[in-house]
């Protein structure tokens, strides 16, 4: 069984830094794509950053120059951090796995979600 382990999250102050990891565990024979989504209270979830098992990154606009997205493919850990914090990227960050390939199946798979709230 594969299982996705965030952690990181927290409050912050405008302007500030987080840096959150996802680890995901279990017979892991190989991951497409790793990434982050997150959702604010109200909204849908919307995608932040995504990368590749080649290292090939996807930005969201609004974060663009601020969030910097990592991955160890040998621990199968994903990383975002995040500088220049506002307020509005306060939400429940999600991490995601795209094709988890094990000896049985290949599927998707997501955290339990870490909260990231930005004061003003």
């Known amino acids: 069984q594969v299982q996705l382990v965030e952690s990181g999250g927290g409050l912050v102050q405008a302007g500030g830094s987080l840096r959150l990891s996802c680890a995901a565990s279990?017979?892991?024979?190989?991951?497409?794509?790793m990434g982050w989504y997150r959702q604010a209270p109200g909204k849908q979830r919307e995608l932040v950053a995504q990368?590749?098992?080649?290292?090939?990154?996807n930005y969201a606009d609004s974060v663009k120059g601020r969030f910097t997205i990592s991955r160890d493919n040998a621990k199968n850990t994903v990383y975002l951090q995040m500088n220049s914090l506002k307020p509005e990227d306060t939400g429940v960050y999600y991490c995601?796995?795209?094709?988890?390939?094990?000896?049985?199946?290949?599927?998707?798979?997501w955290g339990q979600g870490t909260q990231v709230t930005v004061s003003s």
């Open positions: 995601n796995a795209d094709r988890v390939q094990t000896w049985s199946r290949v599927y998707d798979y």
């Open positions: 279990g017979t892991i024979l190989s991951i497409n794509a």
């Open positions: 990368i590749t098992r080649s290292g090939s990154t």
